[in-house]
């Protein structure tokens, strides 16, 4: 991750003016690497600086444009966003947008060779997506603050943690991140353990570049766009809560797992939109929100067939991996003692 100070809901404001003129999104090497010279990710650049750019650009380039034309109030956001990706090679153009929010966006990308994959996907976030979370304090209690390097910030910063007192805009800097860095350091956790998660390869401050799940025409839809034959419904249910169990067993827990945030493709099930994840040792409310994930789960495969009960779902999962029942722990034991003397 790049060490480009985060760009303010102003900032964004302020791209609009730029975003017909300014686009490095060109497949061009001469241009790559007259980029690549430059210093990397200034911050917050003035305007004569980004004007001075937009003229570098387009001299170098002439008329050039990426396949995707960004709106005009999301280019400038977009760009700049993604560009550490495009630098360092991993992306070389933007392709379409696959699902585009006022809070965040995914496009579809095409993958540099480097990568080894034809296509990517990029989730970009806005500043909003995480100041307007409800009940936000319900994730973090528990979880300590990340650096854009994946670290835990320590409580004797004292630095940054006058600046999260105070909701400074350092501050709601460093919130963003963490909330984005939550995101990337699970699917990493959970892609290197075998879960069903999309391939994360980068993070840049405001977005994450990661395997695209479906093809060059469409985007795999969410389990809650499609019905499934009772047989395919057992086989993902089971497939879910040995997802739900992997995590478990690396202290996690979604928090927003539901049909919206599983995609399916190729008969398989990917889980997606992990920001908002909680450690189920250290958050005050994880059995509620453990619970809650299964009963969302639950409510969507019983509606395709499967029989299912949450709460006992729920209770065995919490017992096995979270919080064991004290009198099964002395029986494992005495088990174990026994075995011993055998
Ligand atoms: N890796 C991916 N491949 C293909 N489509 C994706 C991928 N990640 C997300 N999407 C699409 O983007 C949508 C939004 O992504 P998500 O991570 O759920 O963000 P949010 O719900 O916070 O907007 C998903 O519902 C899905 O349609
Ligand atoms: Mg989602």
Not at 2 to 17: A, G, L, M, P, T
Not at 22 to 27: A, E, G, I, T
Not at 42 to 54: A, D, G, N, V
């Amino acid at each position: 991750m790049s060490n480009k100070n985060y760009h303010s809901e102003d900032d964004f404001d302020k791209y609009e003016h730029y975003a017909e003129q300014f686009d490095p999104l060109v497949n061009n090497r001469q241009a790559r690497r007259k980029r690549k010279s430059k210093v990397k990710y200034k911050p917050k650049r003035t305007k004569s600086q980004i004007l001075s750019e937009i003229a570098d650009t387009t001299t170098a380039e002439g008329d050039f444009s990426p396949t995707y034309k960004p709106a005009r109030y999301e280019a400038g956001w977009l760009l700049d966003s993604i560009r550490p990706f495009y630098d360092e090679e991993l992306i070389t153009d933007v392709l379409a947008v696959v699902k585009g929010g006022k809070e965040a966006s995914v496009y579809r990308c095409q993958g540099h060779r480097g990568t080894g994959r034809p296509l990517l996907a990029v989730k970009v976030y806005r500043p909003r997506r995480f100041r307007n979370l409800r009940n936000d304090k319900q994730y973090r209690d528990g979880r300590p603050m990340l650096t854009g390097e994946g670290r835990a910030i320590k409580t004797t910063d004292h630095r940054i943690m006058r600046a999260l007192g105070k909701k400074t805009e350092f501050g709601a800097e460093v919130e963003h991140i963490s909330w984005l860095m939550y995101e990337y350091t699970t699917l990493q956790v959970l892609f290197e353990a075998g879960g069903a998660v999309p391939q994360p390869l980068a993070a840049s401050e405001n977005a994450i570049l990661m395997e695209f799940i479906g093809d060059a025409k469409v985007a795999a839809p969410a389990l809650n766009e499609i019905s499934l034959d009772a047989k395919q419904a057992e086989v993902l249910f089971r497939e879910v809560l040995r997802n739900i169990e992997l995590m478990l067993q690396h202290q996690l827990i979604h928090g927003d797992l539901s049909a919206y945030n599983m995609l399916y493709w190729d008969e398989k099930i990917r889980i997606i939109d992990f920001p908002q994840v909680v450690n189920s040792r250290t958050n005050p409310d994880a059995r509620f929100i453990l619970e809650r994930d299964v009963t969302r789960v639950c409510d969507y495969f019983s509606r395709q067939g499967v029989i299912c009960d949450p709460v006992t779902i729920a209770q065995d999962f919490w017992e096995q991996y979270v919080a064991p029942n004290p009198e099964d722990q002395a029986a494992d034991e005495s088990r174990q003692l026994i075995n011993v003397e055998v």
